[in-house]
């Protein structure tokens, strides 16, 4: 259980009146609303507080869940006075009058210290003015729904538009209603009333029309006691799950890349003596890449010097070999038509950035271009397997392969695997060595590993037929560290 789900568990629990036990001592709950009711006649006779319109019964089909029989299912309209919406102004440095906004209230606090000021006049100020106990809800934008109740007292100070000040007929009943404003059947009311959704908002209305159980006095206050026992204990427990979820997640991180680095040192799979070795397979590579060359397909590169011992990262099985990525695949980088012909883009050729690649299959792309652009420019068209490396900036290092054909930009390498290369195996082998790559690219104003440096990169090559039982084996086990 999250921590965030214990404490709304608790609050739950609360509402429904199986926090603490019943005392059939207790004075219920309908002589508390009496007491109310009572209260704001007298306030409405003395024209200290206006008149509201009488809210409809609270019906059966309304009521979310069954409460003890001391306590009693009442609108929020029916324990408060008319709700006020604050005062539209602009905050200033200097004013006669402090200025309390939503992005003041952080962390159930108000550093009144950084609170801004406004002007206001006196007519106004007064039915305005902030006192203790009384309570603020955010109506609008995305902290809809927010509530802070006045703890202590504040010297002149007003609230913005934004929040509607609700003032309980009983001081007494605050420290409960506040708790309930945190409560999941109070969000669930918020969510269920709230109007607008570029701008979600609640009004006045709605918000007084909101049902709340009441639970007689005495229990209030027992309530409120056990959940303030409790919360902090929920807090040692958040930093404990944050802590274990740190572990676990830089566990799946290491497991991860331990499997990948196994699988390329030869230890992840048995090694099969029936397999062809590598060094034939290099052979037939090298022949292919020859008719390749012949056949215009391909250019050829130059040639580059044998792995030395000291290149090689790590051991490996006998029957694999140590190459260059320049040997495996043939590599190309892509570009980017000139953007000042719009006719260039948005013509249906996918054409891939940086950003758009996964470390997975790439089935679209953020842009397109057009065949004119294409024609205009050295774009290199990669087909459906072929391997995609981004080669600098922030995404230095990110991965993807093709699984339509697309084209791409200066910063994204493609290559097309030789025949007993197994695309997969090489884009497993990539994602092992990331850490390494990055680093040939260090050193400049910008990371940069360049096509020359990716084809000069070593390459432990296994037998045909082992490179496909690893990348079995590494699919089988990779979800199993998913979350």
């Given amino acids: 259980m ?32 009496e007491k109310i009711k009572a209260e704001k006649e007298q306030l409405v006779k003395e024209k200290k507080i206006k008149k509201t319109k009488v809210l409809s019964k609270i019906n059966d089909g309304e009521k979310p869940f069954d409460i003890p029989n001391s306590w009693e299912w009442v609108r929020i309209g029916d324990i408060s006075d008319k709700p006020r919406y604050g005062y539209t102004a602009s905050a200033k440095e200097i004013g006669n009058v402090k200025f309390l906004r939503i992005t003041d209230i952080q962390g159930n606090k108000v550093n009144w ?28 934008g995305g902290t809809v729904g927010k509530s802070f109740v006045i703890r202590d007292q504040v010297d002149s100070a007003v609230f913005a538009s934004y929040l509607i ?40 209305t709605k918000l007084t029309n909101i049902i709340c159980p009441l639970p007689p006095l005495k229990e209030q ?64 590579i090298k022949d292919e890449k020859k008719q390749l060359v012949k056949e215009k397909k391909i250019k050829r590169s130059k040639s580059l010097p044998r792995i030395s011992e000291d290149e090689k990262l790590f051991d490996i099985p006998e029957n694999w070999e140590w190459v260059r990525l320049t040997e495996v695949g043939s590599w190309g980088a892509g570009a980017t038509p ?20 996964n470390d997975g299959v790439i089935s679209s792309t953020s842009e397109t271009i057009s065949q004119a652009g294409a024609d205009n420019s050295s774009v290199r068209f990669n087909q ?65 590993i360049s096509k020359t440096k990716i084809e000069k990169f070593p390459f432990a090559l296994p037998p045909f037929e082992e490179q496909k ?11 199993l560290l998913v979350e």
């Fill in 2 to 33: 999250t921590p965030e789900q214990l404490r709304a568990s608790i609050l739950q629990q609360a509402m429904e009146g199986k926090l603490v036990k019943q005392d059939p001592n207790d004075e219920p709950a309908s002589e508390l609303l």
């Fill in 113 to 140: 210290d950084n609170v801004p000021f406004c002007t206001i006049t006196q007519d106004k100020l007064n039915s305005l003015l902030l006192k203790v106990n009384d309570v603020l809800i955010a109506r609008t």
């Fill in 165 to 204: 000040r609700l003032r309980l007929l009983d001081d007494r009943i605050v420290p409960f209603i506040s708790e309930f404003l945190k409560s999941p059947l109070y969000w669930t009311s918020i969510t269920n009333n709230v109007s607008g959704t570029g701008q979600p908002n609640i009004n006045a």
């Fill in 221 to 284: 206050q027992r309530i409120v006691t056990r959940i303030e026992k409790l919360m902090p204990l929920v807090d040692e427990y958040e930093k404990a799950y944050n802590r274990l979820k740190s572990i676990d997640n830089g566990f799946n991180d290491k497991m991860k890349q331990s499997i990948l680095q196994y699988a390329m040192e030869g230890k992840l799979v048995k090694q099969d003596s029936n397999d062809e070795p590598a060094s034939e397979l290099l052979k037939k």
């Fill in 338 to 357: 000139s953007r000042s012909h719009p006719e260039y883009y948005n013509g249906g050729i996918p054409w891939l950035k940086t950003g758009d690649l």
């Fill in 384 to 448: 459906p397997g072929n391997i995609l490396i981004a080669m600098y900036g922030a995404t230095i290092g990110k991965l993807g392969i093709a699984g339509i054909s697309l084209t791409t930009n200066q910063a994204c390498c493609g290559c097309k695997t030789f025949d007993g290369i197994y695309n997969w195996y090489l884009f497993y082998y990539l994602l092992a060595m990331r850490p390494l790559l990055i680093d040939q690219g260090s050193g400049g104003a910008q990371p940069n």
């Fill in 469 to 479: 039982r690893i990348v079995t084996k590494i699919e089988k086990l990779m979800p």
